[in-house]
């Protein structure tokens, strides 16, 4: 640890006689805050300040960009890993910073791995695709407001409140459901599904409103579970952080009735409700006609050198 932060401290030169200067998360979220997060905005309908100096604080990889003593710049970088990049007016030239940055990065990372470029906004995917980049996942944030309305159950199946004795077969309906969908280009393992479950269990069941809005949804016939929401609190609003139907069950209306018994439950707390999809995910339709409101995609890239 104690080389990790003499490295961190330590100025690192880049091409055309700039300098990226390691900075504390706190100090670094006040221009983080304006030039990634209220800049785009939009992108994630909402982004708050104690948000950003968590993600920086996770990171802690944030450097200002030098050139001089003037700041025109932030990113979160490391070997194989880069984020947000931001420029501070009225410095300009994204592109060029963009391409120093990864000429960097292509000098510092183990070259058996992939560079991964995360969280690249919509105005800035051609700039990373012209370097290099490949796309792995594009995402949209979408959110509308909470409100009081019937949800309806289809015959057939029951709803009830998650225990923690479903966590099992909650990760392998996930899986199931994540393998069968096409926009899924990476599945994780039944371990890393079962400690999400888990983490809703031990964190997110304590909130009572959230626990109210989460539900599974079981075949009568046979007492499965074939459908499931999970929430936790983001940024004071309920987001949605898991959403399937078994592929067995799907266009029954199962997915339709877990949305709108959340929007109703969360009306008793909060303003509105959240949830991240993937772009090419067709539950976007479903989303969409139950009011939700689409915001500017979000890309995750990688470059392989």
Known sequence: MKEQIQYLNK????????????QEPKEYTRYYSIYHGQKNADSYFRRSSETLIEIASIFDCGYFIMEGE????????????MSDLFVVPPYKDYEGLVHKLLNYLKMVSKTEDKIIVREVVEDHVATYEQLGCKIHEVNVWMIRPTEPMMAILPEGYSSRAVSREDANDIACLLMKAYIANPAYKQIGTKEDYLLHVNEFIDQHKHNKIMDECSRVVSDNRTNNIVGVCLHMEFEDYPLIMSLVVDPDHQLRGIGRYLLTHSINRSSKAYPASRLSVIKDNQAIRLYEDLGFLRSRSITDMYLEH
Not at 11 to 22: D, T
Not at 70 to 81: Q, R
């Open 11 to 22: 100025p690192i030169e880049i091409e055309g006689g700039l300098r990226l200067v390691y």
């Open 70 to 81: 003037t700041v025109i710049g932030g990113v979160f970088l490391k070997p194989n890993f």
